[in-house]
């Protein structure tokens, strides 16, 4: 048997070229979203991205070839990474006596982790970048989605319930993200009144 035969564990099939590409723009994207996270929109450059991804420029700039399709294909990648993150999150409720408080602590865990903050960075860009902003609002809205369904499931609606009920979650969602665009330089006791009172609106 020749010495080129993989045998045991050291047999690796071999990606085929689809897989390379997705791997390789899986790289970038998840670079990309490190420098926004670490350096903010305004610094965040293609060179660091492909640096930070162990990633040649030209292989950067083959699979990206223009910085705005880079990072509205983040737009995406971000989305899917938080949208996971969020069913992960709302599966803990099912079993909860107290859902309504353990929904609020898990929505304010999400919005103040390392994926809004990218989120926030691309937000608050795409209020000049009209190119951005197709792909940020796009999320936006099956986020909304996500979050109108989860909300129904979780919390029926009462037959006492007004006209205005279903916009509940999208009230409270609004005030967390608010609130950790915010960040540091709000009153944590102002944040803590604040989310006590957002539990009691649930219902």
């Not at 990072?71 to 803990?92: D, I, N, P, Y």
């Not at 190119?131 to 989860?150: H, K, P, T």
């Not at 007004?162 to 916009?167: I, R, S, T």
Request: with cysteine.
């Amino acid at each position: 048997m020749g010495a080129s035969s993989p045998t045991g564990n050291s047999f690796r099939p071999r990606l085929t070229q689809d897989e390379k590409t997705a791997e390789t723009r899986r790289r970038l994207l998840d670079a990309a979203i490190a420098c926004l996270i670490e350096r903010g929109y305004a610094n965040t450059t293609t060179s660091e991205i492909a640096e930070r991804a162990g990633l040649s420029r030209g292989a950067q700039l083959y699979h990206f070839p223009k910085k705005e399709e880079l990072l509205t294909c983040a737009v995406e990648h971000l989305f899917e990474l938080m949208f996971g993150e969020m069913k992960e999150k709302v599966s803990r409720l099912t079993n909860e006596n107290d859902r309504r408080a353990v929904a609020i602590d898990l929505l304010w865990e999400i919005a103040n982790g390392r994926l809004a903050t990218a989120w926030l960075e691309l937000v608050a860009a795409s209020r000049t970048d009209s190119y951005l902003r197709e792909s940020v609002s796009a999320a936006n809205g099956r986020m909304a989605e996500f979050i109108d369904q989860s909300f129904k499931e979780l919390f029926p609606r009462p037959d006492s319930a007004g006209a205005d009920y279903e916009l509940i979650p999208q009230i409270v969602f609004l005030i967390l993200e608010a609130m950790a665009l915010q960040g540091k330089t709000m009153n944590p006791k102002l944040t803590a009144r604040v989310l006590d009172a957002l539990k009691t609106v649930m219902p």
